[in-house]
C-alpha cells in the first residue's frame, strides 16, 4: 500500500487517552527496567533494531511509547528512535525521563512523518484497545510512513480461539488476537510478516504474548523476497 489514507477521530482512543493519563507514575514504575524481567520482549527488539540498522534507515517510531522506556532502548541499540503517545500526560513523562530523545503527542491513525519515511516501527502492546474493526485502518496508516525495505514489530496478546477476544484490561478494555489473524492484518496491508515468536503469558492475565516481525518489500508490493543476512544467522524464514 504506497498511498496515504485518510481518518477520522474515533471515540475508544479519548477513553483510552483518559485512562493512561491517569496512571502514568504507576506506569511508568512498572516498566522502569526496559524489559529486563521479559527475556523474549527484549531479545525481539534487539532483533528488530539489528535488522532496521541494516536497513541503512535508522529513523523509527515507538509508537503508543508510554513512558518511553523502549524509545530510550531502541537509542541505545543504535536506532535514530522517537516516542508517539496518544496521552500527553505519558509525553510530558516521557520527555522528562528522556530529555535527549524526541517525544510528540499523536493518533496511531494520523501519524506525523512523511510517506516512506521510518526504516522501522516499533507497537509493543501499543494497538490492544484498537476494536477488531478499526485495526485495519491503523496498520494502513504505519505502511503508509515505512520505508520500503523497513521493519514493524508488533506484539500483542494472543489467543488460541478463531477471533479476538475483548477483555479487561488494568486501564481500559483490550483485545487479543489469533496470531495468525493477526499476521493477515498485516499481510493485508501490503506487509510481509517473516518470523514470529509466542510465549507463555509474562503476567497473570492468561493469554499468551505474541510478536510478529514484518516488512514492506522494497517494490510496495507483497511478495516473495530473499531474508537478510542478520535472518539467515538465526534460521529466520
Not at 35 to 54: D, H, K
Not at 89 to 99: E, F, G, L, Q
Not at 103 to 108: H, I, K, P, W
Given at each position: 500500500?504506497?498511498?496515504?489514507?485518510?481518518?477520522?477521530?474515533?471515540?475508544?482512543?479519548?477513553?483510552?487517552?483518559?485512562?493512561?493519563?491517569?496512571?502514568?507514575?504507576?506506569?511508568?514504575?512498572?516498566?522502569?527496567?526496559?524489559?529486563?524481567?521479559?527475556?523474549?520482549?527484549?531479545?525481539?527488539?534487539?532483533?528488530?533494531?539489528?535488522?532496521?540498522?541494516?536497513?541503512?534507515?535508522?529513523?523509527?517510531?515507538?509508537?503508543?511509547?508510554?513512558?518511553?522506556?523502549?524509545?530510550?532502548?531502541?537509542?541505545?541499540?543504535?536506532?535514530?528512535?522517537?516516542?508517539?503517545?496518544?496521552?500527553?500526560?505519558?509525553?510530558?513523562?516521557?520527555?522528562?525521563?528522556?530529555?535527549?530523545?524526541?517525544?510528540?503527542?499523536?493518533?496511531?491513525?494520523?501519524?506525523?512523518?512523511?510517506?516512506?519515511?521510518?526504516?522501522?516501527?516499533?507497537?509493543?502492546?501499543?494497538?490492544?484497545?484498537?476494536?477488531?474493526?478499526?485495526?485495519?485502518?491503523?496498520?494502513?496508516?504505519?505502511?503508509?510512513?515505512?520505508?520500503?525495505?523497513?521493519?514493524?514489530?508488533?506484539?500483542?496478546?494472543?489467543?488460541?480461539?478463531?477471533?479476538?477476544?475483548?477483555?479487561?484490561?488494568?486501564?481500559?478494555?483490550?483485545?487479543?488476537?489469533?496470531?495468525d489473524r493477526f499476521a493477515?492484518?498485516?499481510?493485508?496491508?501490503?506487509?510481509?510478516?517473516?518470523?514470529?515468536?509466542?510465549?507463555?503469558?509474562?503476567?497473570?492475565?492468561?493469554?499468551?504474548?505474541?510478536?510478529?516481525?514484518?516488512?514492506?518489500?522494497?517494490?510496495?508490493?507483497?511478495?516473495?523476497?530473499?531474508?537478510?543476512?542478520?535472518?539467515?544467522?538465526?534460521?529466520?524464514?
Amino acid at each position: 500500500m504506497c498511498a496515504g489514507v485518510s481518518f477520522s477521530p474515533v471515540g475508544y482512543q479519548d477513553e483510552t487517552r483518559a485512562a493512561y493519563d491517569g496512571v502514568v507514575e504507576l506506569y511508568a514504575s512498572l516498566f522502569a527496567n526496559r524489559l529486563e524481567t521479559q527475556p523474549f520482549s527484549r531479545n525481539m527488539i534487539s532483533t528488530f533494531a539489528e535488522l532496521v540498522r541494516e536497513t541503512g534507515n535508522l529513523r523509527a517510531a515507538d509508537v503508543g511509547c508510554g513512558p518511553g522506556h523502549l524509545t530510550a532502548m531502541l537509542h541505545d541499540l543504535g536506532l535514530d528512535a522517537f516516542g508517539l503517545d496518544l496521552s500527553p500526560v505519558m509525553v510530558d513523562h516521557a520527555r522528562r525521563a528522556h530529555p535527549a530523545l524526541r517525544f510528540d503527542e499523536a493518533r496511531m491513525e494520523a501519524l506525523p512523518a512523511e510517506d516512506g519515511s521510518l526504516g522501522g516501527m516499533l507497537a509493543h502492546y501499543s494497538m490492544i484497545h484498537t476494536p477488531p474493526g478499526e485495526l485495519p485502518a491503523l496498520i494502513a496508516e504505519q505502511v503508509r510512513v515505512l520505508a520500503p525495505g523497513g521493519l514493524l514489530l508488533v506484539s500483542f496478546f494472543a489467543t488460541d480461539g478463531s477471533a479476538p477476544v475483548r477483555f479487561d484490561h488494568k486501564v481500559t478494555p483490550a483485545y487479543s488476537w489469533p496470531v495468525d489473524r493477526f499476521a493477515e492484518l498485516l499481510a493485508g496491508a501490503g506487509l510481509v510478516p517473516f518470523a514470529r515468536l509466542v510465549h507463555d503469558p509474562a503476567s497473570e492475565r492468561g493469554f499468551l504474548d505474541a510478536h510478529l516481525l514484518a516488512r514492506r518489500p522494497r517494490d510496495c508490493h507483497a511478495g516473495s523476497r530473499r531474508p537478510s543476512a542478520a535472518e539467515n544467522r538465526r534460521g529466520v524464514t
